[in-house]
């Protein structure tokens, strides 16, 4: 199992602005498929977007243009950039190795999840 580790959330108003980091530690996150998800308490863990093998990214519909997923190669690092930023994406979030099927955005069979990141967005 490949664990990623995600850091960068932390707490801000209704309308702000946040970066998500993802760190390959071990592993070369060039060339795979790395996802972003998120899990409010009570709902189910879902994903947000999705950065693929080819460079193509994927968003689910909520995002709505308000989120960029990119990467550092040099560094191995993935990034979430996440504006305009509202109450409802308040969850903790998890990057992993990801598939993308159909638009929908999975963790692969050998991604494991991390202990995620804490992002509150007050109204």
């Known amino acids: 199992q490949v664990l990623l580790v995600e850091s960068g959330g932390g707490s801000v108003q209704s309308g702000g602005s946040l970066t998500l980091s993802c760190v390959g530690s071990g592993y070369n996150l060039d060339g795979a498929c790395t996802g972003w998800f998120r899990q409010a308490p009570g709902n189910q863990r879902e994903g947000v977007a999705a950065?693929?093998?080819?460079?193509?990214?994927t968003y689910a519909d909520f995002v709505q243009g308000r989120f960029v997923v990119s990467q550092d190669r040099a560094k191995n690092m993935v990034y979430l950039q996440m504006n305009n930023l509202k109450p409802e994406d308040t969850a903790t979030y998890y990057c992993?190795?990801?598939?993308?099927?159909?638009?929908?955005?999975?963790?692969?069979?050998?991604?494991?999840w991390g202990q995620g990141t804490q992002v509150t967005v007050s109204s």
């Open positions: 992993a190795l990801c598939a993308v099927i159909g638009g929908r955005i999975a963790r692969a069979d050998f991604g494991d």
């Open positions: 950065l693929d093998s080819d460079g193509s990214t």
